[in-house]
């Protein structure tokens, strides 16, 4: 009996037909995970863990924020991977997978920004500073408000795709700018607390709504991509039924 090879079985996963299938079948049960995980991390935050002995019930702020910032990179290495992929292996839902990661990462990009200037005020005394991880956010921002625009104003979908594929690309520098910015330079952002070789420096009492919010947050990510995706396949199918209505 013939095996299939490995870029064959990928091949045949990323059928679009198969993604429908599958994707409709998991996105009941991922989104009850994502209630129940987010219902938790709010609990624990809101409810359960203390107030900070420094900055006081101030740092609830932070089991929005941190979550939101950690997504934001990660949804651009997401959209940057899918582009990658689509540019070198024409994968058929790699461009599609591109395009509908784009809004939820901006959207979450945007809610670090604000959270964060919402718990920099009492901190810092100031909604803003131009430190280099807020600034590196901020671009951040523009760069997936670029991405969106482009896929928005070029007409033909192959011409969009290389061209927004190419933009992701050379903006996925940013993104370890925001990471090590806090190592690099000099800046008002406390390093790693979580995510560190030594092990995590924060209690547990906060480190557990911390992560259940992280969670709940990457949960959403994931599902809203699925809809999205299996809306932006859809689109197309109606495009190419309109297009080859037209041609008749």
Known sequence: MS????????????NPTRFMSLSGRILGPMAAVTALLLLSGLYFALLDSPPDYQQGETVRIMYVHVPSAWLAMMGYMIM???SAIGLIFRHPLADVCAKSAAPIGAAFTFLALVTGSLWGKPMWGTWWVWDARLTSMLILLFLYLGYIALWATIEEPAR???????LALVGALNVPIIHYSVVWWNTLHQPASV???GGPTIAA???????LMALGFTMLFVTLLLVRMRAEIL???VRGLLL???DM
């Open 3 to 14: 095996t299939l090879s490995t870029s064959q079985r990928l091949q045949a996963f990323a």
């Open 80 to 82: 940057a991977g899918a």
């Open 160 to 166: 969009a795709a290389r061209g927004a594929a190419v």
């Open 195 to 197: 995510f560190r070789m």
């Open 205 to 211: 009492s906060m480190l557990t709504p911390l992560m």
């Open 235 to 237: 689109r197309r199918r």
């Open 244 to 246: 080859a209505k037209a």
